[in-house]
């Protein structure tokens, strides 16, 4: 079993900037998807936020770029990842910042939400490494300010994010404007059948790297759900909220405008709280997510694409206001919480047109959500046994990253 990033086969000035970051130990997707991708496999990756997967594709095609030792050719990227939200975008191109410090690459991000004349200047100035969402690429490509002739490496990150947000037709008109020869990485956290054919579509003969399986994320949360109707769910959440223990807090809804009334009501009751959705400008967005991450806002109420890709360590509630429609993204929500190791809590607020939602969910994690408050569960399904983890590594690995974090 490897168990160092120098045995991987990662280059001197990539070891040093890791161990500039403190990585001491390849995650499990590392160590399995850093060899196949040096040695130019493409990949098909299901993984999730929290993983490493950032570094697994990163740390290779920063080795790849360095080796080629090519000048940049102006609006001619070598190496195009592609996000579904800018948070992600952005997170991602600090990543590649971080790892390829000492290698003299240049990069940037193109996001919608901000002016275009920056991004035209730096894609006219060249850059080896492009990471994009989707419509701004498309925008870019369209006005000539870009072309991808030059990709060797394209990396698409969380497909199903993607496919929901409405950004599959983008993505394969970007990847047929791709050149057939090159290196491609799939990721995604789930594969329904049409991410499933995305990634049939985009890959060559890929290595498969699959690892932290839902059930085992779920595990390590204490998970409950307390029925209130619709109207009574403000209060509610206000009630919640005088319990100090529950002190960085995300809140989900299914809209944004639901982001933003419940984000006014706390904030009237006098609980620090910042909303982030995707209509709000970049720079809105950076700022809520900076007041919650330094504790000035002590609750951040989101909608789920806004809240994808965030990386906060140390929340210790998530508090699901709406239950979502779409069971895997309960999981991706409760997933916040219960990073880096720790230990986590979520409470749903599950009022009567939601309880099929309920049920679905518990369908698929396979396991019941404790009832608060006394009132009966009409939910069937809950004979089942959870899975025994099957998944030893996972677990190791968020072992160490507890020791790291204390
Ligand atoms: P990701 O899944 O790529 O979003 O990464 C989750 C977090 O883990 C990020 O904050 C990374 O900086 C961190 N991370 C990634 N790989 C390692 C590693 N090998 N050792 C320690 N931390 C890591």
């Not at 040096?38 to 770029?65: E, M």
């Not at 789920?304 to 895997?328: F, K, M, Q, S, W």
């Not at 929500?333 to 099929?356: H, K, N």
């Not at 009409?378 to 899975?387: C, D, H, S």
């Amino acid at each position: 079993m490897t168990n160092s990033f120098a045995s991987l086969g990662l280059a001197e000035p990539i070891l040093r900037a890791l161990a500039a970051e403190k990585y001491e130990t390849p995650t499990p997707i590392q160590a399995q998807a850093i060899p196949a991708l040096l040695a130019g496999k493409d990949l098909l990756g299901i993984a999730q936020t929290g993983t490493g997967k950032t570094a697994a594709f990163a740390l290779p095609i920063l080795q790849h770029l360095a080796a080629q030792r090519a000048h940049p050719v102006p609006k001619s990227p070598r190496a195009l990842i592609l996000a579904p939200t800018r948070e992600l975008a952005i997170q991602i191109a600090e990543a590649f910042r971080a790892y390829g410090r000492f290698l003299g690459l240049r990069q940037t991000v193109v996001v919608g939400g901000v002016g275009y004349p920056q991004q035209i200047e730096a894609l006219r100035r060249g850059v080896d490494i492009l990471v994009a969402t989707p419509g701004r690429l498309m925008d870019h490509m369209e006005s000539g300010h870009v072309r991808l002739e030059r990709v060797t490496h394209l990396v698409l990150d969380e497909a199903d994010r993607m496919l929901d947000m409405g950004f599959v037709r983008d993505v394969r008109r970007i990847v047929a404007a791709l050149p057939k020869r090159r290196q491609s990485m799939f990721f995604s956290a789930t594969m329904p059948p049409e991410v499933t054919r995305l990634a049939h579509e985009m890959l060559f003969q890929p290595v498969r790297v699959e690892v932290t399986p839902q059930v085992v994320t779920v595990d390590k949360i204490q998970q409950n759900v307390h029925f209130v109707n619709a109207a009574d769910k403000r209060t509610h959440l206000i009630k919640l909220l005088g319990d100090p223990a529950l002190s960085r807090v995300i809140v989900f809804t299914r809209t944004k405008h639901a982001a933003n009334r419940v984000a006014e009501t706390l904030e009237r009751a006098k609980v620090p709280a910042e909303a982030i959705h995707g209509n709000k400008s970049q720079n809105a967005r950076q700022r809520a997510l900076e007041r919650f991450r330094s504790g000035r806002a002590r609750v951040l109420v989101a909608t789920d694409i806004a809240a994808r890709g965030i990386d906060v360590d140390g929340i210790t509630h998530v508090v699901n206001y709406e239950l979502p429609n779409v069971p895997e993204t309960y999981v991706h929500r409760i997933g916040r919480t219960a990073r880096a190791g720790a230990d986590g809590v979520a409470i749903s607020l599950c009022d009567g047109s939601e309880r099929a939602y309920l049920r679905d969910i518990e369908r698929l994690t396979r396991r019941p959500i404790a009832v608060v408050g006394g009132q009966p569960t009409l939910l069937a399904e809950r004979a089942k046994p959870a899975q025994p983890n099957r998944h030893g590594p996972a677990k190791h690995w968020h072992r160490r990253f507890a020791r790291r974090a204390a």
